[in-house]
């Protein structure tokens, strides 16, 4: 570790830069922090409501709707991705030329979405009301086709914000950023359900509400980046930066057309193999479950722009430091996940609605922990102009990975289907830190938490008509984790860590009793 330290800050300078560099990166991951948590307490307190006022089979169809909306949000092609390792690169380059990146990606991505808009619109008849065939309803149908033009204009507002995303977090621009999609997310959220309230449960209603919602966001944006980047003059596309671009965003966008197929296959095959309401019984501990990755998420999105300016010996330190410190803060948070998933459920939905999914959102809590861990690599990989290996790994598990999900749902339902992605993101996790030199580095952190986790979902499982064992055994489990956390933390984290025992226990003790 010191050697790595010593390499890293000959890189950049000296020590006081490198301490420099490791205070923006905390400042620039508390802001994403700080602005992805908004939502998702809004989210938590609307998802009882959207089930009360459209129900459990129209909640189901709506999840699969911006799934497969979002699926064809590849018609990116990754040139958001590109462009903002393109802009990371010009960081202290002339402002003519961060205009000119801004502007050609925009411009292919609207020339882009377009298309994928279009080929949404046809081929929505058959993905949606097709697929599902009887077991949509008449009126659900309809619903679903005369909603199919605003999901098809979903597509190129899509592509046209992710430049303008990407440019904002190139030029590290993340407080405006946030507080732009803070208010933006929550009016998508809100905006639906007032629908709903107002003239019924009809999903065109809703879907249309959100897209409007997504078009006037793009427009804050876009005066963010006319600000930062600086946009001076008219919109011109540049060819010769066309290629670079295309070069990248091509095995991005492999990794854009895999991932989320990765990501939704499991309720695609749930919908059709069991029915549009275990649907819901998987997507909201689902959706909750991986609430836990908006640190990660917040650390990366803060990493992306830096990674694209190391070399691979200068970003180490910082990889490694990061997937630490991401270890020490979410293994406690996971144990106590799981140990009130069924209360907390109960409490926030309902009993009956707890007893199907707590189970499941008890296991994919070990595949949520895994996975976050595993963004550390993966944008090191993309910042350091290296997707091309990204996008060959989840080619690789895609196959194996649908065998595995179908066998799951077809010998064990949703519980199946949740070890299934479980296993799934285990692997791409080892996979993603070998292709990133960093397996060695950080082994002992998978199967020390993930064995944890493990422990604590089992003691739950089988304590189940035993509380006052269950209580011991998990409480055993957390100090465990804890004291792991402390061993494992980067040195300014202990402190914090250190605080936050008497806290945690005490609290849940008390929810035990």
Not at 24 to 30: A, D, E, G, H, M
Not at 75 to 92: E, V
Not at 384 to 392: L, T
Not at 479 to 508: K, Q, W
Request: proline share 5%; aromatic share 10%; hydrophobic share 55%.
């Amino acid at each position: 570790m010191y050697h790595a330290s010593v390499s890293f800050l000959k890189a950049v300078g000296t020590e006081e830069s490198f301490g420099n560099q490791q205070v923006s990166i905390k400042r620039n991951t508390l802001i994403n922090l700080a602005g992805a948590t908004a939502p998702t307490l809004i989210s938590l307190m609307i998802v009882p409501l959207y089930l009360r006022l459209i129900g459990e089979a129209r909640f189901g169809v709506l999840v699969l709707v911006w799934l497969f909306v979002g699926y064809f949000e590849f018609f990116d092609f990754g040139i958001g991705k590109a462009t903002a390792n393109h802009m990371a690169r010009l960081r202290d380059g002339p402002t003519s030329a961060r205009e000119a990146a801004f502007w050609t990606g925009a411009l292919i991505n609207g020339m882009f979405g377009l298309v994928g808009g279009l080929v949404l619109l046809v081929a929505g008849h058959y993905g949606l009301t097709g697929y599902f065939g009887d077991k949509l309803s008449g009126e659900l149908d309809d619903e679903i086709r005369m909603a199919l033009p605003w999901m098809a204009l979903a597509v190129p507002v899509g592509t046209v914000s992710a430049v303008g995303v990407a440019t904002l977090e190139a030029r590290e621009r993340f407080l405006t950023l946030n507080t732009l999609q803070v208010l933006v997310t929550a009016l998508i959220q809100l905006s639906p359900l007032l629908v709903a309230w107002w003239r019924g449960p009809a999903l065109d209603g809703l879907i249309a509400a959100t897209v409007i919602c997504r078009i006037v966001a793009n427009l804050p944006i876009f005066l963010a980046c006319r600000r930062y980047v600086p946009l001076r003059g008219r919109p011109r596309f540049r060819k010769s930066l066309a290629a670079p671009l295309f070069r990248y965003g091509g095995w991005v966008t492999v990794t854009a057309v895999i991932s989320p197929i990765l990501a939704s296959v499991d309720r695609l095959l749930i919908g059709s193999q069991i029915g549009l309401g275990a649907v819901a019984h998987y997507t909201v501990p689902y959706n909750l479950v991986t609430k836990l990755q908006i640190l990660p998420a917040s650390l990366v999105r803060t990493l992306f722009p830096r990674f694209s300016l190391l070399e691979w010996e200068e970003g180490v330190p910082i990889a490694r430091e990061a997937v630490f410190g991401l270890a020490a803060i979410t293994l406690p948070l996971t144990v106590v996940a799981v140990i009130v998933m069924r209360p907390f459920l109960s409490a926030w939905i309902g009993a009956g609605f707890a007893e199907v999914a707590a189970p499941v959102g008890e296991i994919l809590l070990i595949g949520v922990w895994i996975n976050s861990l595993a963004w550390v690599p993966l944008v090191m990989l993309q910042g350091q102009g290296r997707p091309a290996i990204v996008a060959k790994l989840h080619a690789l598990e895609l196959i194996p990975y649908v065998a595995i999900l179908w066998i799951g749902v077809m010998w064990a339902g949703l519980p199946g289907a949740a070890w299934a992605w479980a296993l799934r993101v285990a692997i791409d996790a080892l996979l993603m830190f070998w292709a990133s030199g960093l397996l060695a580095r950080v082994f002992s952190v998978f199967w020390i938490g993930t064995a944890l986790i493990a422990v604590v979902q089992l003691a739950v499982y089988l304590t189940a008509e035993t509380p006052m064992i269950r209580g011991i055994v998990t409480i055993a489990v957390l100090i465990a984790a804890i004291f792991y956390s402390l061993g494992v933390a980067p040195n300014d984290l202990r402190l914090v860590l250190a605080r936050a025992v008497p806290f945690v226990s005490s609290r849940l003790a008390a929810m035990l009793k």
